[in-house]
């Protein structure tokens, strides 16, 4: 698959709640969690598991029992197995205003590796604009495990419009000093920056705006996405903002430059002294010439 997306975006404002984000299987469900936390504005919270204990402990409140609540037992095909029967409660879950569904798992385990490339097509399956984000494991964790992240990540990849994997070990690399339970929130607070990077985007209001067929477009079908946040004030800020954006773990080492779409979103203070000036386009024009010559781009502008 192909680097497929560059999304960059600072915004804090309303978005309807046409977005879902669906955690499945330990992993997921924490990750969603953080994200519960961190109060994505206007987004639905849905937690999947086989593991009723789980369930029982996660402070998200709409929750999904797949089967009878004991768990996969680490085995991909056995969470594949009790998604699937238990489709109707899973078509039940979707049938609402959702236009766009996250499925978020850590791959890697039982649940989430198994039930997500299930929930994921049943959502794709009804129209939705469906993608993948989701962990593959930190290099310590038992070749085992990451054999079955990698073979979960390619079902999954086939049953979503986009896929946007975080690389533990990455986190690792980036933020070497801190404690393993540290380093496994960092990973949350990650998948929840791509998540309300995106939300954002939908919501924006501003100058030049755009909205979610814009997001639609450049996701729909669209293999690999990377996303990333920048932020800078100051002299040179656009400059510092897109190399912040650049350095982003969310980039999971991926080459931006090869993209075949990008859909940038720059939110800047409507105060006159802050507002984005002529010369600093001549910032982002340079940035924009490091693509390709027929990348299709999209941008918007908020205040």
């Known amino acids: 698959m192909e680097v497929e997306d560059e999304l960059i975006q600072i915004a804090n404002v309303t978005t309807p709640r046409i977005i879902k984000v669906i955690g499945v299987g330990g992993g997921g469900g924490n990750a969603v969690a953080q994200m519960y936390r961190d109060n994505i504005p206007e987004v639905r919270y849905l937690v999947a598991n086989t593991d009723k204990k789980a369930l029982d402990d996660n402070i998200v409140p709409d929750h999904l029992q797949l089967g009878p609540g004991l768990g996969a037992g680490g085995d991909p095909e056995r969470g ?42 049943a959502a794709r399956e009804k129209g939705i604009l469906t993608v993948g984000i989701v962990t593959i494991p930190f290099l310590f964790e038992r070749e085992k495990q990451i054999d079955k992240a990698l073979d979960g990540l390619d079902k999954l990849s086939k049953e979503v419009d986009a896929m946007l994997v975080i690389n533990n070990q990455r986190l690792c690399d980036i933020y070497s000093d801190l404690s393993i339970i540290n380093a496994f929130k960092r990973a949350d607070e990650t998948l929840s920056t791509a998540v309300s990077s995106i939300t954002e985007i939908i919501s924006m209001h501003g100058r030049v705006n755009l909205d979610f067929q814009d997001v639609n477009t450049t996701l729909r079908n669209g293999g690999v996405a990377v996303m990333s946040t920048g932020y800078a004030e100051g002299e040179n800020r656009v400059t510092r903002a897109i190399n912040d954006a650049l350095n982003s773990p969310l980039l999971n080492n991926n080459d931006v430059f090869d993209a075949s779409h990008i859909l940038i979103a720059i939110t800047t203070s409507s105060d006159d002294g802050a507002t984005l000036r002529t010369g600093e386009v001549d910032e982002i024009n340079a940035f924009m010439g490091h693509f390709n010559s027929d990348i299709e781009t999209k941008w918007g502008l908020a205040f």
């Open 80 to 121: 594949a197995a009790l998604a699937n029967e238990c489709l109707d409660q899973i078509n039940a879950a979707l049938d609402d205003e959702t236009k766009m569904v996250f499925v978020t798992a850590g791959m890697g385990g039982g649940t989430g590796t198994g039930a997500s490339p299930v929930i994921a097509h």
